[in-house]
């Protein structure tokens, strides 16, 4: 999702259901605010961990995609545990065009795996989003 420009965000503003002369300015303005911050939580919930990101995922669980489950919880005191037993060369390693790989999932190489903060919805086509 983009970041709303100013005339889009006093657009919504403009036309919202939140007026009303029961809502103070600041209790509307909370209320977008924290309608804005769950969007985007969601939207960077929906994209795939950096390394960097997942190194600081400890203590946190991480939904791992890779060959042969294709999508399992794990949980780790250590971030860095994640990496353990995974080669950090093969993340996010997708499937060539010209090669259909019957293992793929995720549009992933049977050796590509990726790290997720919550379980991606997948199209049909087998890919997140």
Partial sequence: ??????AECIH???HSRL???SFTPEAVAAAYVAGLAALQEKAEADKPL????????????VWIVEYPKWGHWE?????????????PDFYGMTAPESIPDPLGKYGLH?????AY????????????G
């Fill in 75 to 87: 949980l780790s005191e250590y971030g860095e545990d994640y990496l353990e037993d995974r080669d």
């Fill in 19 to 21: 007026q009303s002369e």
């Fill in 50 to 61: 950096t390394l960097e990101e997942l190194e600081k995922m400890g203590g946190k669980p």
């Fill in 110 to 114: 049977a050796l590509g795996w990726l």
């Fill in 1 to 6: 999702m983009d970041a709303m420009t100013t």
């Fill in 117 to 128: 903060k919550k379980e991606p919805e997948v199209t049909q086509d087998g890919k997140p």
């Fill in 12 to 14: 919504v503003y403009q």
